[in-house]
């Protein structure tokens, strides 16, 4: 014991310790839940679908210009903008007043929109327009028929 | 060091997150019920719209600058303020929420993390701006006033490109005589008025005047202020969640209605919100108080100013509360108090005050303590809300009719908190 502890009154000094064992078992009254050790937190399809909550965003589909990727009218795409937009990914970008969905290309210096229905044709991005890349497609919820 | 990060134009840019053809045009936000002009873009303040300008003075504006108008979609504003304050979290464990579009942060306990605290501030900015497309301007430096006085210059200067790191005395000391007095944080047009007549318009000035006098003059406060101009930190990250003091709502009505009982579904509907705000934090009013108010600006038929009412009226409760139910027995009952027939009302509110936290009970001798039945009935009704959607279920003395809802003409998508409203892409 410290020195500090000796004006308290009246402190039990305890001096001698005796362990007694506590045995930490129910007593059986009635069948346990055998399930009880394996409860856990049900899935959650946030946690499959967003790694990165803050720049996760949902985008409604309304064209079928992927449909060649699985993206048809209506689906909602979950879509990540802090992801790199690389070759070969499906993003979101901003084109001379609206947004659309399309495969990213790079040739040198020039970047091409690919879409995967073969009704449309490749855009190629020129100096004059408006461009910017909104995020990158991560996951396609589409309701099945 | 500290950090002040501060959202540009915050409304304006939350508009343009999801709709870049808003980029370089002159764009306004509206208040409640489109009222007034509450945000402004750079290209709205340089045509001259000013601040708090009521709409209907600025059709003319509006035509000839082509200036894009919206109503206030506080939503969508909500849902990226907080991913703005989350994103700035991931960087360093203290953040200081100050407004729904500023944070201080602490940067103490970092330097081996960030030894060049510019390379950081520009990664900051970039990841917001990538992360939910808002620009913002951080000032740095070892005071918090410091910080807002950095931020000013960042956001001013076109040079600092939204950036200003303060870390050396003579930087400090040179900026600070650059920077008007009336602008410091905390100094009020009283005490601006004040330190005028004393021959003191500049920051620096303010700094190098004596302690006493200081002291003597604007309080311990002042001295304080004069301290954190000094580089020596008063001024602490309050990052504990504060529960609000008062809660008051009062949006006005989209057209004026003059008969009680409209006004009464009105006041039941604004109270219900105020208790929801008012358990979701965890306390319970002791005191209410109703007002109600005519429209200053209406002329009567031959011209002239209408006539004016103002009225209050503030009740003591028997008991702190936070049920709906209990809460709209006394504030019907003070409406009804206060109203006056004949005139046209624009407004009628319920402020909440004296909180207290909602396991606080105090003992009476006359009357009984809260029925606990009515707590679990707002718990109930808050949950049913918060699942099936606002106002889904509510007390039938709020009415049907939602006539007197305010007005929201530009309202943009909740692109964020809506499923029906999401960006949409071809």
Request: net charge positive.
């Amino acid at each position: 014991m410290s020195h500090t502890d000796s004006f308290l009154p009246a402190k039990a000094q305890i001096s001698t310790r005796h362990w007694i064992p506590f045995f930490h078992s129910f007593v059986q009254a009635g069948f346990p839940s055998p399930a009880e050790n394996y409860i856990e937190r049900v899935c959650d399809l946030n946690e499959l679908c967003i790694t990165n909550a803050e720049a996760t965003y949902f985008v409604r589909a309304t064209g079928d210009s992927m449909n060649g990727d699985r993206i048809e009218v209506g689906d909602v795409l979950v879509v990540d903008c802090s992801l790199e937009a690389r070759e070969g990914r499906i993003v979101i970008v901003w084109l001379n007043g609206e947004h659309t969905v399309k495969r990213i290309h790079y040739q040198e210096e020039n970047v091409i929109l690919v879409p995967s229905n073969p009704r449309f044709s490749p855009i190629r991005v020129g100096p004059g327009d408006d461009f910017r890349v909104f995020g990158v497609v991560t996951y396609v919820l589409h309701k099945s028929s | 060091m500290f950090g002040l990060v501060d959202c540009n134009n915050f409304y304006v840019s939350c508009e343009r997150s999801f709709n870049p053809s808003l980029e370089g045009r002159p764009v306004v936000v509206l208040s409640n019920n489109d009222g007034c002009v509450i945000a402004r873009s750079n290209e709205a303040k340089s045509v001259e719209i000013k601040m708090g300008t009521p709409y209907f003075q600025l059709k003319d504006t509006i035509k000839e600058h082509d200036v894009r108008v919206f109503s206030s979609n506080y939503t969508l504003y909500g849902d990226l303020s907080a991913r703005v304050m989350a994103t700035l979290g991931r960087f360093v464990d203290q953040v200081e929420i100050y407004s729904i579009d500023e944070a201080f942060l602490d940067f103490e306990g970092f330097a081996h993390l960030y030894p060049d605290l510019h390379q950081l501030a520009l990664t900051l900015q970039s990841t917001v701006r990538q992360w939910t497309r808002i620009p913002v301007s951080i000032g740095m430096a070892p005071t918090k006033t410091l910080c807002k006085v950095a931020n000013y210059f960042a956001k001013r200067q076109a040079e600092n490109r939204g950036i200003l790191l303060l870390d050396s005395p003579e930087r400090i000391s040179e900026i600070l005589q650059e920077f008007p007095v009336s602008e410091l944080w905390g100094v009020g047009s009283r005490y601006a008025a004040l330190l005028r007549r004393n021959a003191i318009r500049t920051a620096a000035q303010f700094s190098n005047a004596p302690d006493d006098w200081i002291n003597r003059t604007m309080t311990v406060n002042g001295l304080r202020l004069a301290y954190e101009l000094r580089g020596v930190p008063c001024k602490m990250l309050e990052t504990e969640f504060a529960p609000k003091k008062a809660i008051c709502t009062s949006p006005s009505f989209g057209r004026l209605i003059p008969d009680l009982k409209t006004m009464s579904e009105a006041l039941v509907t604004h109270l219900s919100r105020a208790a929801e705000k008012l358990r979701r934090q965890g306390s319970a009013a002791g005191t209410m108080t109703v007002f109600v108010h005519t429209n200053r600006f209406k002329r009567s038929a031959n011209g002239q100013p209408a006539r004016q009412y103002y009225n209050s009226r503030t009740i003591q409760l028997p008991h702190p509360t936070a049920s709906t139910a209990e809460l709209t027995g006394y504030a019907l009952a003070a409406l009804q108090s206060v109203y006056q027939f004949g005139y046209a009302y624009q407004k009628v509110g319920v402020i909440l005050s004296g909180l207290v936290p909602i396991d606080h009970h105090q003992t009476h001798y006359f009357t009984k303590g809260p029925d606990e039945r009515l707590a679990v009935l707002s718990a109930t009704m808050d949950r049913l809300n918060h699942r099936f959607g606002r106002d889904k279920v509510r007390l039938a003395s709020a009415g049907y009719d939602v006539t007197w809802h305010h007005r929201q003409q530009w309202m943009s998508p909740a692109y964020t908190t809506k499923w029906t409203d999401l960006l949409q892409v071809k």
